[in-house]
Structure formats: structure tokens, C-alpha cells
């Protein structure tokens, strides 16, 4: 593993600043730790169909969960100045106030990309289009990254978001990948 810091400034995008630094880094990784604070906080609240937003003097208490190239899955617990204690999954959005420290831990490359891979198999079966700052594109994301689903992911900026195609079918949106979690579908996509 290697630890890498990171400073930003005042009206940086936390997570944005973290999905960059994996693009850049082209590693894996994970947050090990943060001391900072945010003047707007976007989270993810579960059973809720729209981010969160809280503005003020905000102390972050954790940030942690993965980077990488492929997206980020970030949990972010802060408390408000009446110490009142709010968290959930970390959105865009979510902009430091006066500065905030992390160290970024990354993982070594394996040896052999191939090895684990079976036999014939060299793209995942699953495809996602989604659009930035798309909640239900983050949604279906997180639980294909919670699922252990390996996924190709493709940006867009027309048509409605998001598309899931599994083995070249599209399935449709977030309610049908939802839809074929709830009935045990995706469990042969999971990697062992």
C-alpha cells in the first residue's frame, strides 16, 4: 500500500477531488483518514430519493469507504454546531469551508491482472450509462459496487439515465436493476 495526502482548499468538491485523484493515481484505494470541515454537505440518505443538503460551519467526523478509476463509494459522517450528528453517502456537491487534510491510501497493482478472471472472459457483463450529478445513476452505481458487480461505465450527457445492459441486454433503469436485486437476479454477477 502506498499513502498519499491530500490538502484542499476552501470550495473544493471533496468528492470530485477524490474521483480525480484515483483517474489520476490510476489505482484502487481508500480514505484513511480526514481532519477538516465543510460549508455544504450533499449525502445520501437511505430510503430517500434525493440527496440531502446542509449548509453551515460543518466539522467532518469520518470520510471512508473506496476509490478508484471507476467511481467512488464514500460514506461521510459530520456534526452541525449544535454537535447534532448527520451522515449518510457522500454526493457532489459537498464543497470544504476552510480546509480539510486527508491521507489516501492506495493498493499495489496485482501481478497478473488475468489471473483471477476465468477462462474467455475480458469485459463485464454489466454496462451502465449514467450522467453526472444523476441521482438515480448514483444509486444504481452504489449498488452495483455494494453488490461486488464488476460494471463498464459510460457517461452521457443526452437520453434518460440510467441504462443497464447485462451480457448486451438492456434491462432498463434503476427500478428494474433494483427490481432483479430484490428477486436474487444479480447474484451470478457478484465476483467471488
Not at 493515481?25 to 440518505?45: D, P, Y
Not at 467526523?61 to 448527520?86: A, K, M, R
Not at 454489466?126 to 461486488?148: D, F, H, N, Y
Amino acid at each position: 500500500m502506498r499513502a498519499l495526502p491530500l490538502h484542499l482548499e476552501a470550495g473544493a468538491d471533496i468528492r470530485r477531488s477524490l474521483e480525480a485523484l484515483a483517474q489520476q493515481q490510476q489505482a484502487e484505494g481508500f480514505v484513511l483518514s480526514v481532519v477538516g470541515n465543510l460549508r455544504r454537505a450533499c449525502f445520501a440518505c437511505p430510503g430517500r430519493n434525493e440527496p440531502t443538503v446542509l449548509e453551515g460551519e460543518l466539522e467532518i467526523i469520518t470520510l471512508q469507504g473506496t476509490i478508484g478509476p471507476g467511481g467512488v463509494h464514500l460514506h461521510l459522517s459530520f456534526s452541525d454546531t449544535d454537535c447534532q450528528v448527520w451522515g449518510g453517502h457522500l454526493e457532489h456537491g459537498s464543497q470544504i469551508h476552510r480546509g480539510a487534510d486527508l491521507l489516501v491510501g492506495f493498493l499495489a497493482p496485482s501481478a497478473d491482472h488475468t489471473a483471477a478472471e476465468p477462462a474467455g472472459v475480458s469485459e463485464p457483463r454489466v454496462q451502465i450509462t449514467v450522467a453526472e450529478g444523476c441521482p438515480w445513476s448514483a444509486r444504481a452505481l452504489r449498488m452495483l459496487r455494494s453488490l461486488g458487480i464488476p460494471h463498464h461505465t459510460v457517461v452521457s450527457t443526452a437520453g434518460p439515465v440510467p441504462q443497464i445492459s447485462i451480457d448486451g441486454t438492456s434491462i432498463g433503469g434503476y427500478d428494474a436493476l433494483a427490481d432483479l436485486h430484490g428477486r436474487g437476479g444479480l447474484e451470478a454477477l457478484r465476483q467471488p
